[in-house]
């Protein structure tokens, strides 16, 4: 009588992601960027996982798949979402950024925006869409960057699980460090579809917040002067 196959299942491509982050201790919360970790190929199988999983939820919803022409190919469709365009910017590398010097020595304030952005709750995956403006005073010894590249940078932040205080703080810090400008300010205003969904399903509420560096900070009548901008 043959003897059935007793050799361990292999772990999934989830697993071993984890695994490499738990060895590195490398943090992977819904708004950690995980793409180093992640090898050449194994998107596509986690890409798979997770359409298996989505199913599996479909099915605990009690929505025949099988028959339903709308849903037959959902659970997939949910997946690639997730994972290359909702969550995209978790697990892929960060965008090509060319940085120039200030040859002009420019030491007004830039205002870059409104910025189109689109992120998701954290806590219910709901939508989030909103606008940011950047505000930079640069120095002589500042980096400058294309304008374009504000745009790709702030979508590449956005497209986490987010809550907006901690996304505004990330992109802040990542321009920052890219710059090195005197001042730099990010302002953030979002509708939350978890508010207009579900809960209080409150249709008009948005979410206002900051984050100011460096001159924006120390200097009342440049905040001013940029807020009064951004107003207009």
């Not at 708004?31 to 090898?39: C, K, L, R, V």
């Not at 978790?90 to 950024?97: D, G, S």
């Not at 060319?98 to 030491?107: D, G, K, M, R, Y």
């Not at 300010?185 to 979002?190: G, N």
């Amino acid at each position: 009588m043959q003897q059935p196959d007793q050799s361990p299942a292999l772990p999934t491509v989830s697993a071993r992601i984890r695994q490499r982050l738990q060895a590195s201790q490398t943090r992977f919360h819904a708004n950690d960027n995980i793409a180093a970790h992640i090898e050449e190929g194994e998107l596509d199988e986690l890409l798979d996982e997770v359409s298996q999983r989505m199913q599996a939820v479909l099915d605990s919803l009690v929505i025949d798949t099988a028959s339903d022409h709308n849903t037959q190919d959902t659970a997939r469709r949910v997946a690639k979402m997730y994972l290359r365009e909702v969550f995209g910017g978790r697990y892929t590398a960060p965008p090509p950024v060319t940085e120039f010097p200030n040859i002009a020595q420019l030491n007004e304030l830039m205002i870059i925006g409104p910025l189109t952005v689109r992120s998701a709750c954290s806590h219910h995956l709901c939508p989030i869409m909103g606008k940011v403006w950047i505000g930079v005073m640069p120095n002589p010894h500042s980096n400058l960057i294309g304008l374009s590249k504000y745009a790709r940078l702030a979508g590449w932040i956005m497209n986490r699980p987010q809550i907006q205080e901690e996304a505004v703080v990330q992109l802040a810090q990542l321009l920052q460090e890219k710059m090195q400008p005197d001042g730099l300010a990010v302002i953030m205003e979002a509708e939350h579809f978890c508010m207009h969904w579900r809960g209080v399903k409150d249709d008009d509420a948005l979410m206002v917040n900051s984050v100011m560096h460096g001159a924006f900070l120390k200097d009342a009548a440049l905040r001013r002067e940029f807020l009064s901008l951004i107003k207009r």
